[in-house]
């Protein structure tokens, strides 16, 4: 029977977030003694653990049949691969920096000047798309001192929090790109690998429709009930139950969480009462 192979990263927190969304998704697999391959015990996958930026080329050459790196990696790769997920967990961006002491005006800063970065091949393609003639260090770590020790004018990096360019002396100015995990996969897969793999991106679509949705229940006078409706985003038509209270019916629905905070004081105005919000664990659309 054929099995599905995935490469991801062998430590870090991305390899964290990696393993938790296999496990969410319901798969079973030893972890641990340092282990550069496992076996899941029950749904038909392979486990690689690799460094990040040997996964696009394992992916490529079918060694993994997918892979899950950072965006940034897959598009500084310039493998032939392709996404077939994003899976909205470890954002970040790809930025420009320089020296907190500079008078920051504008891309033109750029012209004529030395920029260190792990990423020649998106910088290069920035730079290029905006006109901009640069000189490009390639930098395999410490991007940051590059500017401290005189080998370069800023510096192109991953940033989170912008915390390390602080500590370094640097300020973030300009964002090249956003990023974020992606799943990447060999563009030509077997009929019975693509088949394990549709089942994969089934579940792990459901575990991010859980993750992005809560359930609601409320309490509503029936005479308010199309008003409370027509406030509630949610999914078609939500269910609506009698309560031993006459004149009152209790309403099940599910709602976007970054929308819920928008409507609580509609929906409590509109008569709403003993509104409860719960986590979904798993949702199928």
Not at 111 to 132: D, R
Request: hydrophobic residues 40%; negative net charge.
């Amino acid at each position: 029977m054929s099995k599905l192979k995935i490469a991801i990263q062998k430590s870090g927190r991305l390899s964290e977030k990696s393993v938790a969304l296999l496990e969410e998704c319901g798969l079973k697999f030893p972890n641990g003694g340092g282990k550069l391959i496992t076996e899941c015990t029950n749904f038909p996958v392979e486990i690689l653990f690799l460094r990040d930026d040997d996964i696009p080329q394992y992916v490529e050459q079918n060694v993994a049949h997918i892979g899950i790196i950072g965006e940034n990696v897959f598009l500084e790769s310039q493998k032939e691969i392709r996404i077939v997920e994003k899976l909205n967990f470890s954002g970040c961006r790809l930025s420009l920096a320089v020296p907190k002491e500079i008078e920051y005006e504008g891309l033109d800063f750029f012209n004529n000047k030395k920029i260190a970065t792990s990423y020649p091949n998106i910088l290069g393609k920035y730079f290029k798309e905006n006109n901009i003639s640069a000189t490009v260090e390639i930098i395999s770590g410490s991007v940051e001192i590059a500017p401290g020790i005189g080998l370069a004018d800023g510096i192109c990096d991953i940033v989170s929090s912008g915390s390390t360019l602080l500590s370094n002396g640097l300020k973030e100015v300009e964002t090249v790109i956003e990023s974020q995990a992606v799943m990447v996969s060999s563009p030509n897969l077997e009929a019975e690998v693509q088949e394990i793999l549709n089942k994969l991106l089934f579940r792990i679509r459901s575990v991010q429709n859980a993750k992005e949705n809560k359930y609601i229940l409320l309490n509503s006078p029936n005479n308010q009930l199309e008003k409370i409706i027509a406030i509630l985003p949610g999914m078609n038509s939500p269910t609506i139950l009698p309560l031993a209270k006459e004149g009152w019916s209790s309403l099940h629905s599910v709602i976007g969480e970054d929308k819920f905070w928008d409507v609580i004081d509609e929906l409590k105005q509109a008569g709403a009462e003993g509104i409860l919000v719960v986590p979904i664990e798993k949702m199928i659309l």
